[in-house]
Structures are given as structure tokens and as C-alpha cells.
């Protein structure tokens, strides 16, 4: 068992990671407020112990807190119509199904008032499946097929945003046969570039989402002039992980010129905002106070209205991340450690029982976490670790930058916070590994949300398996 102790920084370590004072610590910002260690040192949420859960359901699990989600979506709705009122409107907000979903995470956004965003027809069901009014239920996509938009048109959704012009001609025929009016709002895209990685920013011009601002107004226009198709307004949405307020100022002028354009024409009495509100990954992450955003980005729709002369819009948002990130830990049990030998010093990898088919962030956005001991306090002095998972991929890293207690050891718990969202909507089968169990706790009770996969779902689509 490798036991060497750096006390100081190596020099390959990042400049943002010091060396924590105790490598047992539990950061506020990034798990979630029921997080604490007990007498023996585990680390306990929503009042279980990891240790606990892993027993019953085995690792990886991913363990949802159920408080900390219905707390932050109480959190940002109450955030967003405070704001709105102070300037003269409205505000909802819309869950993005895509960060996670399932019929539990739908009823716990249902019961603090919100609506729910979906992007194809599987979220849609889903939703639907979970006790969603479709009339509240947003549909995004842009690639929605006519299969899906007949269902959304039957099953009354009560706004589909539209994306492309292939699009309208489909939600023309479809309303025209089964003879409904379908609420829409047309997606822009701004051209404001947020502050992000490259990947998640969905409104640089050069993308595959929405209108380009200069191409709206046609579009408008043959909104307008279809039967079954009410316009709404206009819907933009400038990126994800986002910790400022000036991206979504300078997006929403942009996008006002085109409203007030749009006026000219009939009414415009929505504007979608979009989502994209940042978290905290690590320690370092300072997302700004959700409702200096919320007051930020409406203030600054309001006075750009009142500059143009007209009356402010309905307001929507769809934040995904900032509901259900921080709400999710992702507990691993440790398997293998090595100590590799490079130029600058050793580098401690631990390998755990999942990886890549349980969080893809990592390889795929090269995004940052960070872990802790969970069925334990570690006692030696911290090293510098990368957390990797049992894939055979080198780039199978879950966390690529952490201290750890020097007396990391084979059999212990991990627990990584902040894999809330994008964790198991992104999982995979890769190598044959099933995918975790989500365990929702809350007040010291646990239940199975999602049941985990086992060898024989796995199986059960090879059709050369003989049963
Ligand atoms: N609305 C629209 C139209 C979106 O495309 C998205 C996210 C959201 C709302 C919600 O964004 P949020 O509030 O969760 O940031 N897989 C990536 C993120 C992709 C985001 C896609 N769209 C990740 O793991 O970081």
C-alpha cells in the first residue's frame, strides 16, 4: 500500500487547488446543506449515511437529496417573481428535464410551483408520466420530429418553442389536420458568446439552435400568418454554467430590439430568457446569489424596455443545473491505487467502481469536481489524487485534481458532490457497466427513484442471447 505524504503542493498540482488545511472538509457551496459527518466520521445526507446506502444498493449509487432540490427550486422561483414584480411583471420558471429527470424530480418541481422544459419526445413523456399538465410544459428540440410535435399538439403542451422553418411547416400541417391553435415562441440566437466552455454556449451564431436574430422576423411573420399557430414571443438561451449577470444584459438589448420590432406587428407578450445559471463545482466556484442574477437579468430587460417605450413581457426561465446540481452526490468504492512516477513527482491515482458511463463531464467538457472519504475520516496529511473509474479509456477520469487523505485505501467510500445534473441523463453502458441507482434521501429516510441496471437489462436487447 503506497503510503508516501506531500504536505506542500506538488508542482504539477493547478495553480486553483491548494492544499486544503483538512482534507475531510465538506465545502457549502458545492454539497448539499443536510451534508455533515457523524461520530464516526461518514459522511451523512438528507440525515443517512453513505456507508448505510451503499450497503443496501451497492456502488456507484448516485444519491439524491430531496430537500436541497424542492429548497433551490422554492429558491430561484421565489428569486425570479420577487424580481419580476419589483419591475412590473411576471416570472416562471421552467425545470430543464435535461439536467435530470425522472417522475420523482417531476412531482418534487410540480409541488414548488414550477413548469417543466423538455427537448424530445422521451423527456416529454417522462414529464407527463411524472403528473406535468401539459399545458405547463414547455417543448424545446431543434430537431423535433413531426411524430413528436403531434403528440405534443395532442397531448396539449402549452409551449412549443420553435426552432427551425422546417418546424413551422410541420406544426402548420399538424394543427390544420387536427385543428388546434398551438401556442409557440420562435428560439434566437443572440450571438452573445457566455463566458463558458466552448460546447455549452448555444447562442454563438455559428451553432445549430434557433434563428439568427437577422432571419427572425420572416419567421415571425409565417408564425403569424399560419391558423393554428398563436406567437407568443421570442426565446433565447445564451449557455449553461454561467456566473455573471452581463451575458444575459447584453442578450436580452439584443433580443428587445427584435421584440419591439415585433410588435409593430401584433401582440409579443413573452419573452424566454433560457436557463444556464452557474454552480459550484469545487471550492473555487463563486456562481453569483441567485437572486442578484434574477434581480440583474430583469432589471435590465425593464429598463431596456422602458428605454424602447414598451410594455415589459411575461418573463421565463428554464434553469436545469442550478436546481438539481448540488443535490446529488455520487458515492464509488475505491478498488485500486497506484503511485505513478512522473518527472515532477508521483501521482496518486485511486481508481473507483464506476467512471465515465456514470459521469461523462469530465472527459467530455474536461469539467472539474471534486471527492471526499465518506465512510471515514482520513487521518495522514493530504495528496494530490486523480480519481479515475474502471474504464478502459485513459481519459476515464472523474476527478482529475483532488487531496485526499494520504491513507486512502482499497474498500473505502468516495463520495463526489455536484453530480446533480448532467450525471445520469449523460450515463452510459460503456465496457458493459450498468448504470447506478438514484437514491432520493430526506429526513433520514432513503428510497430507490431509479432502480439501477443490472447484467440481465444489459442482456435483455441482445437479440443472439438465448434466454
Ligand atoms: N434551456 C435550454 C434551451 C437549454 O438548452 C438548456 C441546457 C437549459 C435551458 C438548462 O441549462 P442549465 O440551467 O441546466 O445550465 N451537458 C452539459 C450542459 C448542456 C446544457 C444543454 N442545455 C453539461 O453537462 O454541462
Redesign the pocket.
Known sequence: MPRSVHSAAPSYAPAWLAVPDDANDLVASVWPASAHRDEEGQIVIGGVALGELARIHGTPLLVIDEAEVCTRAARLRDAFRVAAHAHGTTARIYY?G??LLNTAIVRWVLDEGLNI?V?TGGELEVALAGGADAGSIGF?GNNKSAAELERAVDAGVGTIIVDSEIEIERLAAITARVGRTQRVLLRVNSGVHAETHDF?A?AHEDQKFGFPLVDAAAAVARIRAVPGLEFAGLHC?IG??IFGVAGFRESAARVLDLHEQLLEGGDVPQLNL????GIAYTRVDDPTPIEELAEGIIAAVAEGCAARGIPVPALSF?????IVGNAGVTVYEVGTIKDVALEAGIRRYVSVDGGMSDNA?TA??G?AYSARLASRTGADEPVLARVVGKHCESGDIVVDHEYLPGDVTPGDLLAVPATG??CAP?SSNYNHVPRPPLVAVADGAARVIVRGETIADLLARDAGFER
Open positions: 430543464a435535461k439536467a422544459d427537448c424545446h455549452l448555444t438561451h449553461s454554467q433560457g436557463g444556464g445559471f428554464e434553469p436545469g443545473r442550478a463531464r467530455l467538457y469539467a445534473a448532467y449523460l
